[in-house]
């Protein structure tokens, strides 16, 4: 599986983008997939993360209730839609995928990463 995800860019606190990622290879639909991010200085940390299915999806606390992962399995891609975005969400953006398994918010529980991409809010 190949990843690469997309959408990025500066924002004002307060606004929305939405992020998405696409994937290449057959078994996508089967992967669980989770978005993670890294800010400049600090280790990644989980953001959100959603099964094969698309029925359970599982969030940081610091961005639920803001966030919102989906999947749409026929296109290859999954979405991280974010919302009320603040200035410490600043961040590079990364998406994952794990051929076997829930999701996990250890970045080691993950097989395929894709690029990143950059996300800044401004105060």
């Known amino acids: 599986v190949q990843l690469q995800a997309f959408g990025g860019g500066l924002v004002q606190a307060g606004g929305s983008l939405r992020l998405s990622c696409a994937a290449s290879?057959?078994?996508?639909?089967?992967?669980?997939m989770g978005w993670f991010r890294q800010a400049p200085e600090k280790e990644r940390e989980f953001v959100g993360g959603?099964?094969?299915?698309?029925?359970?999806?599982y969030y940081a606390d610091s961005v639920k209730g803001r966030f919102t992962i989906s999947r749409d399995n026929a296109r290859n891609t999954v979405f991280l839609q974010m919302n009320s975005l603040k200035p410490e969400d600043t961040a590079v953006y990364y998406c994952?995928?794990?051929?076997?398994?829930?999701?996990?918010?250890?970045?080691?529980?993950?097989?395929?990463w894709g690029q990143g991409t950059e996300v800044t809010v401004s105060s």
């Open positions: 994952a995928a794990r051929n076997i398994g829930a999701v996990v918010t250890r970045t080691t529980g993950y097989d395929y």
């Open positions: 959603i099964s094969w299915s698309g029925s359970g999806t």
């Open positions: 290879g057959r078994t996508f639909s089967m992967c669980t």
